[in-house]
């Protein structure tokens, strides 16, 4: 019979090891399972089992890994998981070491999301200036969501118990599904064109990428940002992230969180009243205390005291605009008087009587009418000569022309 030598637990472990570490195949592995045991350690390690119908591998992520994933796992969640196979020797167990990991059958969805996103940033279409601020107290709330879904009964109970006063319109859309999209643009043109309301929520309640997918729609986003009414996306959970978050004016964690962002508080708004109306009661107090004072020191004026002295002063204003009018008149009078002198003697000047004093005469033929030259004078015919103080009549002997 064969002798051999036996071994000990680590030398057999370690053995095991070194076979499985030296196994190309096992080097470099795509694992695919659901996520169980899930535990995101305080170090930053994911530690976790993989599991199908049949079995169970237990894994581990380290954190230098895990910081470069854009999302959090979770159990019961469906993975690839990139890594490779080794042996523990402490404890005979083996376990997959993970170097990264991706949703099954997402993966692709979250390729298209990212590269969404950097088009339509890239674009300018989710910049901080294009955000509409939203109104303080708004009248009408326009809700886009699933009628039956349990975020539309959210938004109803915290409308109710923040303020009632606020009028919720529903426009009951899908909210996953290939019909979705189209479900809700339409949900945001009529809240902006048919039935105008103060702001708009738009959103559901949480799920997987698959099921949110219908808030990544490239058309639904142009649709929030073009919308003159301000949007709230309120799309899954706090940790989901859609396209629509990104092209609303505000993102809100949950729906529930929406309708307390776009609603104020009742009792707020009361004691911000009742500040206002105490303050005005205070202006209105003072304002009052003012003009009495002021009344009353006219009251004791000398002229609503005595109307005697009040009557005097009218009086002598009286007399005082008389007197100016007096004065006035007088220089009006003065000055015509002096223009008339002038301008008469300017015409005394330019009179012809006047330059008849000088020795000078007028003729006039026999029908009234100046004659300034002998040209038309013939002889035997009859004219006036006027002189200073008269006429005389004569008759042309005979006419002589100096030209």
Same mark, same amino acid.
Request: glycine share 8%; aromatic share 6%; net charge positive.
């Given at each position: 019979?064969?002798?051999?030598?036996?071994?000990?637990?680590?030398?057999?472990?370690?053995?095991?090891?070194?076979?499985?570490?030296?196994?190309?195949?096992?080097?470099?592995?795509?694992?695919?399972?659901?996520?169980?045991?899930?535990?995101?350690?305080?170090?930053?390690?994911?530690?976790?089992?993989?599991?199908?119908?049949?079995?169970?591998?237990?894994?581990?992520?380290?954190?230098?890994?895990?910081?470069?994933?854009?999302?959090?796992?979770?159990?019961?969640?469906?993975?690839?998981?990139?890594?490779?196979?080794?042996?523990?020797?402490?404890?005979?167990?083996?376990?997959?070491?993970?170097?990264?990991?991706?949703?099954?059958?997402?993966?692709?969805?979250?390729?298209?999301?990212?590269?969404?996103?950097?088009?339509?940033?890239?674009?300018?279409?989710?910049?901080?200036?294009?955000?509409?601020?939203?109104?303080?107290?708004?009248?009408?709330?326009?809700?886009?969501?699933?009628?039956?879904?349990?975020?539309?009964?959210?938004?109803?109970?915290?409308?109710?118990?923040?303020?009632?006063?606020?009028?919720?319109?529903?426009?009951?859309?899908?909210?996953?599904?290939?019909?979705?999209?189209?479900?809700?643009?339409?949900?945001?043109?009529?809240?902006?064109?048919?039935?105008?309301?103060?702001?708009?929520?738009?959103?559901?309640?949480?799920?997987? %990428?698959?099921?949110?997918? #219908?808030?990544?729609?490239?058309?639904? &986003?142009?649709?929030? =940002?073009? *919308?003159?009414?301000? +949007?709230?996306?309120?799309?899954?959970?706090?940790?989901?992230?859609?396209?629509?978050?990104?092209?609303?004016?505000?993102?809100?964690?949950?729906?529930?969180?929406?309708?307390?962002?776009?609603?104020?508080?009742?009792?707020?708004?009361?004691?911000?009243?009742?500040?206002?109306?105490?303050?005005?009661?205070?202006?209105?107090?003072?304002?009052?205390?003012?003009?009495?004072?002021?009344?009353?020191?006219?009251?004791?004026?000398?002229?609503?005291?005595?109307?005697?002295?009040?009557?005097?002063?009218?009086?002598?204003?009286?007399?005082?605009?008389?007197?100016?009018?007096?004065?006035?008149?007088?220089?009006? %009078?003065?000055?015509?008087? #002096?223009?008339?002198?002038?301008?008469? &003697?300017?015409?005394? =000047?330019? *009179?012809?009587?006047? +330059?008849?004093?000088?020795?000078?005469?007028?003729?006039?033929?026999?029908?009234?009418?100046?004659?300034?030259?002998?040209?038309?004078?013939?002889?035997?015919?009859?004219?006036?000569?006027?002189?200073?103080?008269?006429?005389?009549?004569?008759?042309?002997?005979?006419?002589?022309?100096?030209?």
């Amino acid at each position: 019979m064969e002798t051999r030598s036996a071994l000990t637990v680590t030398q057999l472990n370690e053995y095991v090891k070194n076979k499985i570490d030296t196994d190309p195949l096992l080097m470099n592995v795509l694992v695919k399972g659901e996520i169980s045991n899930f535990v995101n350690h305080r170090t930053g390690h994911f530690y976790l089992s993989l599991k199908d119908e049949g079995s169970v591998i237990r894994a581990v992520m380290f954190q230098g890994y895990t910081k470069k994933l854009n999302f959090l796992p979770e159990n019961g969640m469906k993975v690839i998981a990139t890594g490779r196979v080794s042996a523990y020797v402490k404890n005979g167990e083996y376990q997959l070491y993970i170097t990264d990991l991706a949703p099954d059958g997402v993966g692709a969805l979250y390729i298209a999301f990212e590269q969404l996103k950097r088009k339509l940033e890239a674009e300018g279409l989710f910049r901080q200036d294009r955000k509409k601020p939203l109104p303080k107290y708004p009248a009408t709330v326009g809700i886009i969501t699933s009628p039956t879904g349990a975020a539309v009964r959210d938004m109803i109970n915290v409308s109710g118990r923040r303020f009632p006063l606020a009028k919720l319109v529903l426009f009951p859309s899908l909210v996953q599904g290939d019909g979705a999209p189209a479900q809700l643009i339409r949900g945001i043109r009529c809240f902006n064109e048919d039935f105008p309301v103060d702001v708009i929520i738009i959103g559901r309640g949480g799920g997987s %990428l698959e099921e949110l997918w #219908a808030f990544n729609d490239e058309g639904l &986003a142009r649709a929030i =940002a073009e *919308s003159r009414v301000p +949007v709230i996306s309120a799309v899954g959970h706090e940790t989901d992230f859609s396209i629509s978050d990104f092209a609303a004016d505000l993102r809100a964690p949950t729906p529930s969180a929406a309708a307390e962002l776009a609603l104020p508080e009742a009792g707020d708004v009361k004691r911000r009243l009742r500040n206002v109306i105490d303050r005005m009661g205070l202006v209105c107090d003072n304002r009052i205390h003012t003009l009495r004072a002021k009344v009353e020191s006219l009251a004791k004026s000398r002229q609503l005291s005595s109307m005697d002295n009040l009557i005097d002063d009218r009086r002598m204003a009286i007399l005082n605009l008389d007197r100016d009018m007096g004065y006035a008149l007088e220089k009006k %009078l003065s000055d015509k008087k #002096a223009d008339l002198v002038r301008l008469t &003697a300017q015409l005394q =000047a330019l *009179s012809p009587l006047a +330059v008849m004093t000088r020795g000078y005469s007028a003729v006039l033929d026999g029908k009234g009418k100046s004659v300034n030259t002998v040209k038309s004078m013939r002889p035997g015919d009859r004219v006036s000569v006027r002189l200073r103080d008269g006429e005389a009549s004569a008759e042309i002997k005979e006419v002589k022309s100096y030209e």
